[in-house]
Each structure stands twice: as C-alpha cells, then as structure tokens.
C-alpha cells in the first residue's frame, strides 16, 4: 500500500536554529510531492510542491524542500527558524495512478524563544 | 468567497444520530476531496470527485459514510447512525486540475465531537 512516513514527531528547536523534517513515500512510480504547514487554529496551506524539473524547490518563508528520487525521499529544511514558525508540518504525496493525496502523520515544531 | 468554506465549524451530535458536513469548494475546482483527521494525526483519505462524479470511495471507513456532489460544485459528507470513533476533524479541499496532481486547497475543517 502506498504509505508516507514523517519519522520526527516532535521536533524543538531554539530560535535560528536550522531545521530538517524528513519524509519518505513507498515506491509507486511517478509522485508529486507536498509540503503542508497547519498554524495553531489556522487551516492546511502549502508551503511548496514539487511536480518536475529541479529536485530542490523553494516555497514560502524561506523553506525549501529536496526530493531525492535514489531514497524515495522529500525533505524540508530551513536554514534559521523562527519563533513564527511553531506549527504542525505534513509531508503529502500524489501518486500519478492515483486520484488521492496521502498524508504523513505530521511533525509538531515547537520554537523556543 | 476566496477559499474553501466548511459548515458547520463544530458539530456535536449524540451517538446514533445522523450528521451532514457541508463543503463549498471554490468556484471553478474541478477536484474536490474528504478527509478525516483525529487528533494528533495527518489527514486520512475519505473520498475524491472530480465534478460530479465521484472517481474513489476508497476511504470511506463504512457504509454509514455518504458523500455527494450532485452539481459538481457544494459537497455534502453525511454520517448515519454516529458512532464515537466518528469524533475527528472532517476536512474538505479543492483543487484546479483533475486528480491529485495539483495544488489542493484546504478548508477550516468540521470538527465532529460524538457523545
């Protein structure tokens, strides 16, 4: 079964601290990938995607994200947190064959200020 | 309006008691997706239209979970006969293109207390 796996599920870094929250998928072909950032109280929104061309993509307020295709592999980092940045972060993959997007279990950050 | 609107915000309803969540995609979404969150998870796969056909009904957990968008625009997810593992967040996207191949956006969610 086609499956995403966030393995930090807690992460507290101090402010400007560097940041990666890993993420990988199961194999099924072609992906699109996602990450998505949930602000306390506040709805799912996008913070970058990657469908094609080059594997590091940037998204909003700084984050990047590189998909490295060899370790089925879609990592966000960035490289100075803010206290701002205190959120729950989702890793979500599309696989071309499929109607769906599957989530991972999420990471809670938690900047120290 | 701007984005994908959710209604009711909170819902509690009695254990077997039937609900209805209301999606109001934004205009012009081809693709239109269900989701359950429970707490301290990420989104499970409900259910996917594009229009008014609904293409997977895959994760629906079982036949008291009903979704509908009969003119490819508003939704309505309808849960029979409520049980409390019902109790979660119930979120609703959309997104411009067909499938899951583009950006999908969220609503606030329903959350669904069952007591």
Do not use: M
């Given at each position: ?79 100075s ?33 | 309006?701007?984005?994908?609107s ?30 359950q ?28 979970f ?6 490819g ?5 309808k849960i ?30 329903t ?5």
């Amino acid at each position: 079964a086609q499956s995403v796996s966030q393995h930090n599920h807690h992460v507290i870094l101090s402010e400007a601290a560097s940041l990666e929250l890993g993420c990988n998928y199961s194999y099924g072909g072609t992906v699109n990938l996602f990450w998505y950032v949930q602000y306390p109280g506040q709805h799912l929104q996008l913070l970058l995607k990657y469908f094609s061309g080059d594997p590091l993509v940037k998204g909003i307020k700084g984050f990047e994200a590189e998909f490295i295709k060899s370790k089925f592999s879609f990592n966000l980092r960035k490289p100075s947190v803010q206290w701002s940045d205190t959120a729950e972060y989702f890793c979500a993959v599309n696989w071309s064959s499929a109607s769906k997007i599957i989530f991972g279990s999420g990471t809670r950050l938690s900047i120290r200020p | 309006g701007a984005g994908v609107s959710q209604s009711p915000r909170y819902k509690v309803a009695k254990r077997g008691q039937d609900v209805a969540l209301r999606c109001d995609p934004i205009s012009g979404h081809v693709s239109l997706f269900w989701y359950q969150q429970a707490l301290g998870q990420g989104p499970e796969f409900l259910t996917y239209f594009q229009n008014e056909a609904q293409l997977d009904k895959s994760g629906l957990p079982s036949d008291r979970f009903f979704a509908e968008r009969p003119e490819g625009s508003v939704s309505t997810l309808k849960i029979q006969r409520t049980q409390q593992e019902d109790s979660a967040v119930y979120l609703c996207a959309s997104s411009l293109g067909n499938r899951g191949g583009t950006e999908a956006f969220f609503g606030q969610g329903t959350r669904l207390t069952v007591v």
